[in-house]
């Protein structure tokens, strides 16, 4: 049986800042582009400013978004990227999360 | 990138090119050139098209933009484009090259004359489509071919040929983008406030 194989560990080493669903939603977004902006993030996650600003702020505690805030036309703009340790994390999420879900099925 | 992930990228893009605006410029400029075409203002017509990329980019920022928000794709995405937005222009120039210098037989080149520029303007529209991964395009390549050679051989003028053919992505991209508006409302940079 497959299932016994599987170590609690595994699931427990599933990095906690990207298994939410809104930060994941963020992350996929940000990992598929080169960057973009709070409002682009907004449009695409369906997310509230403020839930958004919330979770882009665990996102850069954890070092893995980089925010750049500039001043554009005298608008406050804010532009959005994952940092190397963000994609890193991003693509070890998706092996740790393969590799739970294969052993769970 | 996993498949998953250029799904996600995938359909970014595609969410890109759906608020009409860029279907409405191209439109507009093809109608509006046709226009002073027929009204025997050729010239003017190079006005239209200087201007198209400056009010796409106004339209984009303006309406677009607070809207739908900025994103810059991946090398990848804007060689490409920047590659179809180039081999658009190639194309029209050297079809138009070849009908020049190269010529067919007088009575053809007299029946096709009028078609011409709507056959160029078909085939970089189909080039931009496929730069772009914008299926409609090819739809607007289709019409553009299509309007230049029924007016040709009704014997109407090339003028007329584009006027007609900028009315169908001109009504396409209005529409897009009222519903784009409908959809979309504008936003604010939360994260700067």
């Known amino acids: 049986m497959r299932a016994a194989q599987l170590d609690p560990r595994e699931i427990a080493a599933l990095d906690k800042v990207m298994h939410e669903p809104a930060r994941l939603s963020i992350v996929a977004c940000l990992y598929a582009v080169a960057d973009a902006d709070f409002v682009f993030l907004q449009s695409q996650t369906g997310m509230t400013g403020g839930n958004l600003s919330a979770h882009l702020k665990k996102l850069e505690q954890a070092a893995y978004i980089q925010v750049t805030k500039e001043f554009v036309d005298g608008r406050p703009h804010t532009t959005l990227s994952l940092t190397k340790q963000g994609r890193d994390a991003f693509r070890e999420y998706l092996r740790t999360l393969r590799t739970v879900l294969t052993l769970l099925e | 990138?996993?498949?998953?992930?250029?799904?996600?990228?995938?359909?970014?893009?595609?969410?890109?090119?759906?608020?009409?605006?860029?279907?409405?410029?191209?439109?507009?400029?093809?109608?509006?050139?046709?226009?002073?075409?027929?009204?025997?203002?050729?010239?003017?017509?190079?006005?239209?098209?200087?201007?198209?990329?400056?009010?796409?980019?106004?339209?984009?920022?303006?309406?677009?933009?607070?809207?739908?928000?900025?994103?810059?794709?991946?090398?990848?995405?804007?060689?490409?484009?920047?590659?179809?937005?180039?081999?658009?222009?190639?194309?029209?120039?050297?079809?138009?090259?070849?009908?020049?210098?190269?010529?067919?037989?007088?009575?053809?080149?007299?029946?096709?004359?009028?078609?011409?520029?709507?056959?160029?303007?078909?085939?970089?529209?189909?080039?931009?489509?496929?730069?772009?991964?914008?299926?409609?395009?090819?739809?607007?390549?289709?019409?553009?071919?299509?309007?230049?050679?029924?007016?040709?051989?009704?014997?109407?003028?090339?003028?007329?040929?584009?006027?007609?053919?900028?009315?169908?992505?001109?009504?396409?991209?209005?529409?897009?983008l009222r519903r784009f508006l409908k959809d979309f409302p504008p936003l604010s940079d939360g994260e700067a406030e």
């Open chain 2, 1 to 176: 990138m996993t498949n998953g992930i250029r799904g996600i990228e995938s359909r970014i893009y595609q969410a890109y090119w759906q608020d009409g605006s860029t279907d409405l410029v191209l439109g507009l400029v093809v109608f509006l050139s046709g226009l002073v075409w027929a009204l025997g203002y050729f010239a003017a017509a190079i006005a239209f098209w200087a201007a198209a990329t400056p009010a796409w980019l106004l339209l984009r920022q303006r309406i677009v933009e607070p809207r739908l928000g900025r994103v810059r794709f991946a090398p990848r995405r804007t060689g490409r484009l920047r590659i179809g937005f180039m081999g658009a222009i190639a194309v029209g120039l050297g079809v138009l090259a070849l009908v020049v210098t190269l010529g067919w037989s007088p009575e053809a080149a007299r029946w096709m004359a009028p078609a011409i520029p709507s056959l160029i303007m078909g085939m970089m529209a189909a080039v931009l489509g496929a730069a772009a991964e914008v299926g409609r395009f090819g739809l607007y390549a289709g019409w553009f071919v299509l309007t230049g050679l029924v007016i040709a051989a009704m014997g109407g003028e090339p003028g007329v040929a584009l006027l007609v053919g900028g009315l169908v992505p001109a009504g396409a991209g209005a529409l897009m």
